[in-house]
């Protein structure tokens, strides 16, 4: 596709097309809430706790327009977004402050660059690093936030994550979320269970212990070890998967979002009067 904001060759889509970073997504998520603001808004608006399947839909539906729709897709879903946003106001955050949507992308960027990195077993260049920045710089700015709000280089960027993730003092509503995000109420009940172990594990591991300090987990030897077997394990067999398998829920979430699209443009049907 030759219309969409990303071309085929650029990381962004290289790394977003692969479906096991949605197992990371916890990470990213309660990163994210652990920003007092993030966190007040998603617990005073959010349905995570009532549909978290919706929540992950609409989530990762707007992600893949922006990485793989066209430029009129990405654009137009972000105007929805923002709009939506307007309405998740509190008295000490709203949705659309630029300081909120800087650190999303941050959070965006930095889970998708460690955990790609250690499924695929490669490390990027610093120049990968700075092209993949840079074009992660577009989960803030297609929501409206002024580009010079962003951390302008890859080295800047790792002088901010790395302030806030020393200075962050996540609050009870980060706790409440996180309880949500990490106990889910799903379909299947029991049947979850295996699966939900593994995610807790990989969101605790891929947490920056600054942060996972204080949302309390305990991380223990023994935990260390079954989150390093994990990660052996999923680097051992992820990447052999076909292509078309690792790729199917991006194009399963992208296909989706797309007939919401059309349905949105296609608007109200007219009746003619006789």
């Known amino acids: 596709m030759t219309d969409g904001i990303f071309t085929d060759g650029d990381l962004i889509r290289v790394i977003a097309q692969e479906g096991a970073l949605i197992a990371a997504g916890g990470a990213a998520s309660l990163l994210q809430t652990a920003h007092p603001k993030v966190a007040q808004g998603v617990y005073d608006h959010s349905y995570t706790a009532d549909d978290p399947a919706r929540r992950l839909r609409n989530t990762m539906g707007w992600l893949y327009v922006v990485q793989f729709g066209t430029r009129e897709e990405a654009e137009t879903l972000s105007a929805l977004v923002t709009r939506g946003h307007e309405a998740i106001t509190g008295p000490d955050y709203e949705a659309n402050d630029p300081e909120l949507q800087v650190w999303v992308a941050a959070t965006l960027f930095a889970v998708a660059a460690q955990f790609y990195q250690v499924l695929f077993r490669r490390r990027f260049t610093r120049a990968e690093l700075e092209e993949f920045y840079e074009q992660s710089k577009v989960y803030a700015t297609i929501l409206g936030c002024p580009e010079d709000r962003m951390p302008a280089t890859y080295r800047d960027f790792r002088e901010y994550y790395a302030g806030m993730l020393n200075t962050l003092e996540i609050s009870?509503?980060?706790?409440?979320?996180?309880?949500?995000?990490?106990?889910?109420?799903?379909?299947?009940?029991?049947?979850?269970?295996?699966?939900?172990m593994a995610i807790r594990l990989l969101t605790a591991g891929l947490m920056p212990e600054p942060i996972r300090v204080q949302y309390g987990w305990k991380w223990t030897r023994a935990r260390e070890l079954r989150f390093r077997l994990l990660l052996a394990v999923l680097a051992a067999v992820y990447p052999r998967l076909p292509l078309r398998v690792r790729t199917l829920p991006r194009d399963v979430y992208l296909r989706s979002t797309r007939k919401m699209l059309a349905k949105l443009n296609r608007g109200p049907a007219v009746r003619a009067r006789g």
């Open 172 to 196: 009870d509503a980060s706790r409440a979320v996180a309880e949500q995000v990490l106990h889910p109420k799903l379909p299947g009940g029991p049947l979850n269970a295996p699966g939900m």
